[in-house]
């Protein structure tokens, strides 16, 4: 999320809870104290929406000061009037709704302030990734959830947000068990469905109670796929499908007749993410466009592929507004040159990822290895090997370090080195980047970087380190963003 999408989200949990701390804000959105210093500035003096008190946490003020400026000067018997309601808006939403497998049974099984302590955690564990993906929980309906993905703020990918979402609750879920089996002799599963619609959202409720709702068929419909779902299983809809192209591997569960939908439905189940290097090459899916008007770029960065086999590393940045081509360059790039021999290296970049250290360097590692969610750890170390034996002879030495940033366990296999943890990060970016320096001895590499206006800190590190060698390689780097 930029500043400006963590701003609204801030206010949003203002509006709702009244007061929040700067630890839990730290800890829900990973502020450092500097980003936490910007919020607090615009909060407290720019928009004037809230409060520091006692230096530990905001308050919120925007409804009383909003109350505040609309007041009479002269106080009179006559009740205030409450302010009109928004205006409702109509938006097109993908709408997720999880829900706990046989809560009924879990409930029998603990006494009711276990019970309470375990749904917490759930909906705890779950908040944490519906805010990485930049979803809104419109309702806690007990041991369910309404999740909603293109408001308050519409993304260019809600379809896709919403499915990695559900699977990074299934995937929260599994290590939170590991801690309940432990404590209580419990497991928990969850089960979601994913629709995506035309909706009608605004504020409903009467009295005190009001919520930010969305009617139509789109809720209704995501919470009868959600009943179709095995446990540990994220299910969607025809539309969702197509939103999502090829970035999920996906099952076909035919035809269904849900209660309440006249027409009956195609349904799908999501197994995991799919292969696909990029996002480009996942919403094409379908087919590519013709590219036009782009001889002279596609020109200029064969010609820096050209220099790149006589030994003169290049890089090449390639800057723009979203939808003017850039990855549809690249792909011609990498038509052009696809029977040449060389080594492809490809980093995407996720802007829900822009602060997980290495990301698009560990998705990349596990894309080319062929890690699979059922390899066992030894198999996982198998294929690491394989990988690293292509760039250099010193596999033994830098397994420990991939395998750590991998977070594969080594066992007795490759003990690991006992390092303070900047030290551990510095010898990974130096492994790193020699093994690009040996794969570089092998064959000409296209380094592909896209996207790195959501590029993590840390990888910044490791390109930093990586351009400064690349003059002396046979490497050609390319880089996109905004």
Not at 253 to 274: A, D, M, N
Not at 429 to 447: D, F, H, K, N, T
């Amino acid at each position: 999320m930029d500043f400006y999408a963590v701003l609204a989200r801030v206010i949003e949990l203002l509006q709702r809870e009244g007061r929040t701390s700067y630890r839990a804000l730290k800890r829900q959105f990973a502020l450092d104290d500097d980003y936490l210093a910007d919020l607090k500035v615009e909060l407290i003096e720019v928009k004037q929406l809230a409060v520091d008190q006692d230096g530990t946490m905001l308050v919120w003020t925007g409804a009383s000061q909003r109350a505040t400026q609309h007041a009479p000067l002269a106080q009179t018997a006559t009740l205030p009037t409450a302010p009109p309601p928004a205006e409702a808006e109509r938006r097109q939403l993908t709408v997720l709704f999880c829900d706990l497998v046989d809560s009924t049974r879990l409930a029998s099984q603990l006494d009711p302030e276990e019970l309470r302590e375990v749904v917490q955690a759930y909906q705890a564990t779950c908040a944490k990734v519906i805010a990485r993906f930049d979803g809104y929980i419109a309702q806690y309906l007990g041991d369910g959830l309404l999740v909603y993905f293109g408001y308050p703020l519409a993304h260019e990918d809600d379809a896709q947000r919403a499915v990695r979402t559900g699977l990074g609750m299934v995937e929260a879920i599994e290590q939170l068990n590991a801690q309940l089996q432990q404590n209580r002799g419990i497991q928990l599963a969850v089960r979601g469905g994913i629709h995506t619609g035309p909706v009608v959202v605004g504020e409903m409720g009467g009295g005190r109670r009001h919520e930010q709702l969305a009617l139509g068929e789109t809720p209704n419909l995501a919470a009868r796929l959600q009943s179709l779902a095995s446990p540990n299983q994220i299910v969607i809809s025809a539309h969702t499908r197509r939103l999502v192209g090829a970035a999920f591997e996906i099952q076909d569960l035919g035809v269904h007749t849900l209660k309440g939908v006249l027409t009956p439905q195609q349904v799908y189940g999501i197994r995991e993410e799919s292969t696909a290097e990029s996002r480009f090459e996942a919403a094409s899916v379908a087919g590519l466009t013709p590219l036009v008007g782009r001889k002279e770029e596609l020109g200029l960065v064969l010609r820096r592929w050209g220099q790149v086999k006589t030994g003169e590393g290049q890089v090449v940045l390639l800057g723009g507004e979203p939808g003017i081509g850039k990855s549809r360059l690249i792909q011609a790039v990498r038509e052009c040159i696809a029977v040449e021999p060389h080594i492809r290296l490809h980093y995407q970049c996720l802007p829900y990822y822009m602060h997980s250290a290495f990301y698009p360097i560990l998705a990349q590692l596990a894309r080319v290895a062929g890690f699979t969610r059922d390899d066992t750890p030894d198999q996982k170390l198998d294929k690491l090997e394989t990988l690293l034996a292509q760039g250099t002879s010193q596999v033994a030495d830098m397994m420990p370090l991939f395998a750590g940033l991998l977070s594969i366990p080594t066992g007795k296999r490759y003990p690991t080195p006992h390092l303070r943890p900047e030290r551990q990060k510095a010898l990974t970016i130096e492994a790193l980047v020699e093994q690009l320096v040996g794969l570089s001895r092998r064959q000409p590499v296209l380094c592909l970087v896209e996207d790195a206006h959501w590029c993590d800190p840390t990888t910044l590190e490791v390109l930093d380190v990586m351009l400064s060698q690349v003059p002396d390689l046979r490497v050609l780097v390319v880089i996109t963003y905004r």
